[in-house]
């Protein structure tokens, strides 16, 4: 059974940062493409950052600069360290991995 669980959301103020974890189990990590996607109210789910296998990263356009997606593959765990918070990054953060989705993590930024 794949489980994705996904930690570190909360309440931070513009300009702060916030880590997120998604610890991995029923799929072979090492291997695996992960992700982090989110949702805000009344939009579609956006892409954050992906990380594949050999550590390569894509980012969304309006992250780029700012968060950093890593992996521990003796952890079985990706990361998302989010700096220069705004706004606008508020929603509900979703792991991803292996086309499978963690229950997701509410990130909210207050101005």
């Known amino acids: 059974q794949v489980q994705l669980v996904e930690s570190g959301g909360g309440l931070v103020q513009a300009g702060g940062s916030l880590r997120l974890s998604c610890a991995a189990s029923?799929?072979?990590?090492?291997?695996?493409?992960m992700g982090w996607f989110r949702q805000a109210p009344g939009n579609e789910r956006e892409l954050v950052a992906l990380i594949e296998s050999g550590g390569s990263a894509t980012y969304g356009d309006s992250v780029k600069g700012r968060f950093t997606i890593s992996r521990d593959n003796a952890k079985n765990t990706v990361y998302l360290q989010m700096n220069s918070l705004k706004p606008e990054d508020t929603a509900v953060y979703y792991c991803?991995?292996?086309?499978?989705w963690g229950q997701g993590t509410q990130v909210t930024v207050s101005s």
């Open positions: 991803y991995g292996s086309g499978h």
């Open positions: 029923g799929i072979i990590f090492s291997i695996a493409r």
